[in-house]
């Protein structure tokens, strides 16, 4: 193996995990998902069948990752979020065949105890506040607080809140990248 699972942890037959992957104590990845390399599976986390992790996910303490669930790469989930996966849950009707997706885009954050109700999007380097509910898709680079959450500004790849000018540019404090908004969008100022 070229990865790690902790003794205490069950991999079921028919899972791909990448190399360098690391799953720590008391968690249980279930048949027919995909873990891409680098990931990091904290303790105590459920992947559920035919899950996708892109490459250098990390995943913390008390998560459970439903089926219907997509994580690109560089995905942060913070510790006791939630994924749902049914809208209309009853203990008494089966809705497996109601599953619906949820897509988290390339480097997106997810704080502790956020609630990320199924079938929405979140957008590329988009950070969940933690604790919010998300009811709806979220924009790349949008910062996202509250319950219902809702934008309260942008963010740069690197997690730092955007400023932007009258011009709709803003520069990254850490990193100097730029940013334009333009029409309700973010995107980066290629150099």
Known sequence: MDYFVHESSYVD????????T????FSHVMAGCTIGEDCNIGQNVVISPDVVLGRN????????????????DDVFLGPSMVFTNVINPRSAVSRKSEYRETIIERGASVGANATIVCGHR???YCLIGAGSVVTKDVPAYALMVGNPARRIGWVS??????????AGL?????TGEHYRLLNG?????EE
């Open 185 to 189: 969008e973010v995107s980066i100022v």
């Open 13 to 20: 037959e028919g899972c791909r995990i990448g190399k360098g």
């Open 22 to 25: 690391k799953i720590w104590h």
């Open 157 to 166: 790849r690197h997690g730092e809140k955007l400023h932007f000018n009258e």
């Open 122 to 124: 979140l957008g590329a």
């Open 170 to 174: 803003a520069t990254c404090p850490a």
């Open 57 to 72: 996910c990390k995943i913390q303490n008390n998560v459970s990752v439903y089926t219907g669930v997509r994580c690109e």
